[in-house]
């Protein structure tokens, strides 16, 4: 068991089963090859079941905290550090631009993908341009930009929105 409080873990009272587990990695490898999330079509017809069941897995996985849904449960919104939406976090690889939901992400959008990647972005305090990216595995930009985290991780799924 890791007790390191960013560890990617079911919430123990919401059992996955080994279809919500390659429903997941579906969802990571859309990610990873496109730097966009899979529709529930794309799911379906990849995982060879029918739009019920991957619905009702993109639920379990929801309520496990493994991703964010759209409001009717049909669309991946996040799945972390990937965001499916345009964000003020767009991250540039070598292979396509993808957004994250935060600065925090926005630094973990390379490690998963195991490339090098930018992010122009601005302060969203005072407006100021900020960059910073990871280049060979390190963090590089301005050595005098501060990326603050507001939400302890611990507290991110009380308002994952807004995290």
């Not at 600065?103 to 993908?113: I, K, Q």
Request: proline fraction near 6%; charge should be negative; glycine fraction near 8%.
């Amino acid at each position: 068991m890791n007790d390191f409080p960013g560890y990617a873990r079911a919430r123990g009272d919401v059992p996955l089963g080994e279809f919500d587990w390659m429903v997941r990695t579906q969802i990571y490898a859309s990610f990873a090859r496109s730097g966009h999330a899979p529709s529930l079509d794309d799911l379906a017809a990849t995982s060879g079941a029918g739009s019920a069941r991957v619905k009702g897995s993109l639920l379990k996985l929801r309520d496990a905290h493994q991703l964010a849904l759209s409001e009717d449960g049909e669309a991946v919104t996040m799945a972390h550090p990937f965001s499916a939406r345009s964000t003020a976090y767009p991250v540039e690889t070598s292979d396509f631009v993808c957004h994250a939901n935060c600065a925090w992400d926005a630094l973990a959008v390379p490690a998963v993908l195991r490339k090098d990647g930018w992010t122009a972005t601005t302060c969203p305090a005072s407006g100021e341009p900020l960059e910073f990216g990871v280049k060979r595995w390190n963090v590089v930009g301005d050595s005098k930009t501060v990326i603050h985290f507001l939400t302890p991780l611990r507290r991110a799924w009380d308002d994952i929105g807004f995290t």
